[in-house]
């Protein structure tokens, strides 16, 4: 299980592979169990070709326990989430958001 602090809009996320602006947040039903996804828009490109601007989905994983706490740092909820780890539920999930934001980028934790 992991934390997950929920950011409001145009807060920029850092993570290993990934940084962002978040846009939104949302929730997918998947079976009988609930997708958290963050949309949000990162730059890409370099100093010889100019740069982008490109939508994408980061996927926390599945929701455990929705705004069980309050962060004290940022006063934001946090929500225990499940990373999915099984690899054909991934595949399921990435083809599952693709149809939905066919043109993002997506990520999974």
């Given at each position: 299980m992991a934390e997950h602090i929920h950011a409001t809009c145009?807060?920029?996320i850092i993570l290993m592979?990934?940084?962002?602006?978040?846009?939104?947040?949302?929730?997918l039903p998947y079976g009988n169990r609930e997708l958290l996804y963050i949309e949000g828009?990162?730059?890409?490109g370099s100093i010889c070709c100019g740069a982008v601007e490109l939508r994408v989905i980061h996927i926390p994983g599945f929701v455990v326990s929705r705004h069980h706490i309050i962060d004290k740092i940022s006063g934001n909820p946090v929500s225990e989430v499940e990373p999915i780890s099984d690899h054909s539920a991934r595949e399921e999930v990435k083809l599952l958001l693709s149809r939905i934001f066919p043109s993002y980028l997506l990520f999974l934790s």
């Open positions: 145009g807060t920029e592979h990934e940084m962002f602006k978040v846009v939104s947040e949302g929730y828009i990162t730059t890409a």
